[in-house]
């Protein structure tokens, strides 16, 4: 028997077509537009309500308090006053005058917030934030070194003898900021004056020698490198000291007036081997270095030679200390004599003495200036019938930039992003 098989309809797919999502895409879109008719005219007529339920102070407390609150900088000038400036720089100024409350604009223009006050009261919490000033210049002493507790000895300084004084200039400002808490920095000094305890045993047309030089390295009096700046200074300029010369060979003292000139007998020195007798300097001789003024920058380690050029001898003041080590003093001797410094790094040697001295220049230093600013207002309006309206706000570009360092002070005017410098 024959049977009709009749083929089973495939079944439908789940999902929807394209006209139906687009029939749905258009309902969806209505009944979006609708409610959001119906919220917006739900809000207006709240906003309606609620602007006739406040009364004038309300609403013009709520003026101030959305300024304040978007403002870059402001300013309270007294309890009837504040100028506040928003992000793109225009100044609002809200007054109290007499009983009204007056609202002026940067052009000027003014307008009346509210009438019939008893008082209007404008208070403000403040931070101090801090800008970097002009620097300032003055002649001060920028390095010195003190005399330790150690009795004073002479140390006498002949032709061929070099004296080595290292320092280092430290960063900080030798004078206090007038910003408590504030630590200047030293920019810049010019070497300008050497103050040191020093006097002429014999001059005979003979200088001293001050060249500045590149120390090795920090408390190190030995020279690096070509010399920065030099300059001779006659030794008959000098504050003279009275002196004795012992001759160690016939162990006796010499008259000063049979004592050859230095450097020009030699057989003297050959067969004698004089000692010069005198006393430390106690006066301290300020030494022009004008002319050969030099920049001193901080952290950089210096020294400056003492040299005798010619037939003279100078004394210094020295202390006596337990090392050499850090002494920041190096001797180069010439024993032969010759005259002609020898510049070779191992010729000086550390020694362990301290020559209290000071250097005097234009100093050069970071100045601070510190300005109080306004972080939050505080305001309170109070009418004639007794009504009281308090409110306060922060001020966003304050409390965005709570780093003394950061943030806006009155006056400035404020950097957008994207905006020509």
Known sequence: MNTLHVPERRARSAGF??????????????????????????????????????????????????????????????TSASIVAGPAGKETTYAYDDDRLTVTDTRGNTDVLAYGLESATFSAATMTRYREDDPVSASEAFWWSSAPVTAAVPLVL??????????????????????????????????????????TLVSNGATLQIALHRARSPGDGRPEGPPLSTKLIRLNTLPLKAFTVFDVDKLLTLPTPLLPPLGR???????HDLVFKTTAPTTDVPLSLWGAARAIEPGVSYTLLLSVIGDGAVVLRVHPLLTSVGSGLSLMSD???????????????????????????????????????????????????????????????????MHPWLGAIPGEAPVLTGAAP
């Not at 900021?177 to 630590?183: A, K, R, W």
């Not at 007998?265 to 067969?271: F, L, N």
Request: hydrophobic share 45%; net charge negative; charged share 20%.
């Open 265 to 271: 007998a030699p057989w003297w020195v050959d067969d």
């Open 158 to 199: 002949m032709e061929g003898d070099t004296l080595g004084l290292g320092f280092t200039v430290r960063s900080a400002s030798p004078w206090d900021s007038s910003v408590e808490g504030i630590e200047e920095q030293l920019l810049s000094a010019t070497l300008d004056q050497l103050e040191l305890p020093l006097a």
């Open 17 to 78: 077509t394209l006209v139906e999502l687009l029939i749905a895409s258009a309902l969806s879109a209505i009944v979006l537009m609708a409610s959001a008719h119906a919220a917006g005219m739900f809000a207006t007529q709240l906003q309606d309500l609620t602007d006739e339920g406040d009364s004038e102070l309300e609403r013009a407390l709520a003026t101030i308090i959305h300024d304040v609150r978007y403002a870059w900088w402001a300013e309270v000038t007294g």
């Open 335 to 401: 024993l032969d004599k010759t005259g002609i410094p020898d510049m070779e790094h191992d010729a000086y040697t550390p020694i362990a003495y301290a020559v209290p001295c000071r250097l005097r220049g234009v100093v050069t230093a970071t100045s601070t200036l510190a300005t109080e600013v306004v972080t939050r207002i505080d305001v309170m309006l109070r009418d004639t019938s007794g009504l009281t309206a308090r409110g306060s706000a922060n001020l966003s570009g304050q409390t965005l930039a």
